[in-house]
């Protein structure tokens, strides 16, 4: 398991509650499991119960719809050639947003997807994203540290009614990232950043920056 499945794993686990509104714990869920698409998987057959009306699994398709808006279909590729497996897990509705959220696992690594039921129109995040205090904006993040083939990583979006818009996009692969974000306000966003201690065994808290909105432009304050 790669150091990017292992880190979303982490950051699924945690946001999971708040992310989705739902009161399950998670032990509950993932108790002992250490990979992400196990966990995906867990938390699909829950939430298939849930939403039942919006979204059905048959095999390796898993249709989302809502409404009269046509019927979005996304189908596993469970390849003999890894290089082509991909596979999909739905997570949950947000039905102000007219939006599915789907977990997506490939050979290369795995990410979040943000599907508009009205449209189709779809971004990828690093993350689970977390909603501002007027849910008009998510951000998302990736903790990279330098490891091969991750960058640290975060992005904002806004959502409006018709489509995404990226406000926001930051990555690097400095010994130095995201442990973790937090919305001060709808113009302020907290970053926790870590890097790894001496021993190169564990990642620590390094220090507290933050990300604000001023002039219609987000900066980044270390």
């Known amino acids: 398991m790669n150091n990017s499945i292992k880190k979303l794993n982490i950051i699924l686990l945690i946001l999971l509650p708040y992310v989705l509104n739902a009161q ?22 829950i939430k298939l119960k849930e939403y039942a009306s919006f979204v059905k699994r048959d095999g390796d398709s898993l249709t989302l719809t809502e409404g009269g808006y046509e019927k979005i279909k996304l ?9 082509s ?21 490939s050979y290369e690594g795995s990410c979040v997807m943000l599907i508009k039921s009205d449209n189709k129109k779809t971004i990828t995040l690093p993350s689970l994203p977390i909603f501002s205090q007027d849910s008009s904006l998510i951000v998302a993040f990736n903790l990279g540290l330098g490891n091969l ?12 009614e018709t489509k995404w818009l990226n406000e926001f996009s930051y ?31 564990e990642v620590v808290f390094f220090k507290t920056s933050k990300i604000i909105k001023s ?7 270390w």
């Open 75 to 83: 189908i596993n590729n469970n390849s003999d050639n890894i290089d």
């Open 24 to 45: 399950i714990s998670r032990d509950s869920i993932c108790r002992a499991i250490d990979i992400d698409l196990e966990c995906a998987s867990k938390l699909e057959s």
């Open 215 to 221: 002039n219609e432009k987000w900066v980044w304050y």
């Open 171 to 201: 990555s690097n692969t400095s010994d130095v990232g995201p442990l973790s974000v937090k919305w001060v306000n709808n113009k302020t966003i907290e970053v926790e950043l870590g890097k790894y201690n001496e021993q190169q065994s």
């Open 149 to 160: 083939n991750d960058v640290n990583q975060i992005e904002i979006w806004r959502v409006s």
């Open 85 to 105: 497996t991909i596979l999909y897990y739905f997570l949950s509705f947000i039905a102000s947003k007219h939006m599915f959220m789907v977990y997506s696992q």
